[in-house]
């Protein structure tokens, strides 16, 4: 079946750095959301993209999604201890989630 | 949110038992989801709903058994729990098919002993 890979699995940045994680699908995505659960938490949606390189923005956030439809990312600019926790990819036909990227920043 | 209440939040008990897994929603969101979130695993789907008396196999559907026969209700039911079942269980819902978010209740977390 589908899977949806996700990278990495682990980062932890000092307060200040960047962070990246990446999907990748080997099938094309109908479209792709992003969700982040606060440690303890549930999931909460994001963002959703849609069209083939779509960029979108959200303060320090940045979500792509390629130009085939097989993969995307999120990118924080200057993490900040309040990023803290595990970032989520999902393909929103089949909702096929990520593994997720635990994210901990070091203040 | 709100609008999700799943029950109980924690729950332990023995190999071999039955266990259910309530989950309520108030908004009448036609889809409904079972995930089990394991560490290395992510999210993983077991089972989901289109709408009442309508339901459907996820990812890890087995040992696992499902029913909807009010909209705003989906309980999961553990026929024999089993270690491996140890887990945290999150509901969630969605408005209809296609480009929609998914809501998530709290999440119940699960040992089996």
């Known amino acids: 079946g589908q899977q949806v890979m996700q990278i990495p699995q682990y980062q932890h940045v000092q307060e200040g750095e960047d962070f990246t994680t990446y999907c990748n699908s080997s099938?094309?995505?109908?479209?792709i959301q992003w969700y982040k659960q606060r440690p303890g938490g549930h999931p909460v949606f994001l963002i959703q993209?849609?069209?083939?390189?779509e960029v979108k923005k959200q303060k320090r956030l940045t979500f792509q999604f390629g130009e085939a439809k097989k993969n995307s990312s999120l990118h924080i600019t200057a993490t900040q201890t309040t990023d803290v926790g595990t970032y989520f990819c999902?393909?929103?036909?089949?909702?096929?989630f990520g593994q997720g990227t635990e994210l901990s920043v070091k203040p | 949110d709100a609008g999700i209440t799943q029950s109980p939040r924690y729950k332990i008990t023995e190999t071999g038992r039955q266990v259910t897994l309530m989950c309520h929603q108030t908004?009448?969101?036609?889809?409904m989801f079972w995930y089990r979130q394991d560490l290395g695993h992510g999210l993983r789907l077991i089972y989901y709903?289109?709408?009442?008396?309508?339901?459907d196999k996820g990812e890890v559907p087995d040992g696992y058994v499902v029913s909807r026969s009010k909209t705003e209700n989906f309980p999961l039911t553990l026929e024999s729990a089993t270690r491996s079942q140890t887990s945290v269980y999150f509901c969630?819902?969605?408005?209809?098919?296609?480009?929609?978010?998914?809501?998530f209740g709290a999440g119940s977390r699960l040992t089996v002993l």
């Open positions: 709903s289109a709408a009442a008396d309508i339901t």
């Open positions: 908004w009448s969101h036609s889809y």
């Open positions: 099938t094309t995505l109908s479209n």
């Open positions: 969630a819902t969605r408005l209809k098919a296609g480009a929609n978010v998914l809501t």
């Open positions: 993209l849609v069209k083939s390189g």
């Open positions: 999902c393909e929103g036909g089949k909702l096929i």
